[in-house]
């Protein structure tokens, strides 16, 4: 994402939640919840602050890849993105610090991100979870993703769009850029 982008979930959301691009002064804090959770994910490996260094100026220049801090009323609640592929939204590293658990930030922050791309990008959505994440159940339950197809250890999602209500939102001046 070469362009800072902010996005706030207008007044009427039940839970207040901002999704701010991440900048250079994120990157530790991305690279220790990743790691934190490197289990949940595709690749394992630890991430070293070189690492991350090179991931975030690859970052920089791919237009259609976005990152986000998520926050809640001034608090860090972790992280959450897309690239778009293929005319697609493909979501990743969708990362709840376990501070905010169950708080249910991170869900309208899915909800809001969701909102954002089918408005502004595109109107398919989907992502690819491990089946052994936790993640799994909570994107089916709460952020209306369905399986759609599966692989020996992942399944294939698609936000589904009968269950799926959008919400309005503010973005980049309206909130403070």
Not at 33 to 41: C, E, G, I, V
């Amino acid at each position: 994402m070469n362009r800072p982008l902010t996005l706030a979930a207008d007044s009427s959301s039940p839970v207040p939640v901002t999704l701010r691009s991440i900048t250079v002064s994120d990157l530790e804090d991305l690279r220790v919840w990743k790691n934190a959770n490197r289990l949940s994910f595709f690749i394992k490996d630890e991430i070293s602050a070189p690492m991350q260094a090179a991931w975030f100026q690859g970052y920089l220049a791919r237009p259609q890849d976005f990152m986000f801090a998520v926050e809640s009323a001034g608090e860090r609640a972790g992280c959450m993105g897309f690239r778009i592929q293929d005319a697609a939204a493909d979501c990743y590293n969708i990362i709840g610090l376990p501070a905010v658990s169950g708080r249910g930030i991170m869900t309208a922050g899915m909800r809001l991100m969701c909102s954002f791309i089918l408005a502004e990008q595109t109107p398919a959505v989907g992502l690819k979870v491990l089946k052994d994440n936790p993640a799994a159940a909570w994107y089916q339950k709460k952020c209306c993703f369905s399986i759609v197809g599966e692989g020996s250890d992942y399944f294939q999602m698609r936000l589904d769009m009968a269950r799926f209500k959008a919400c309005a939102y503010k973005k980049n001046a309206e909130v403070g850029i």
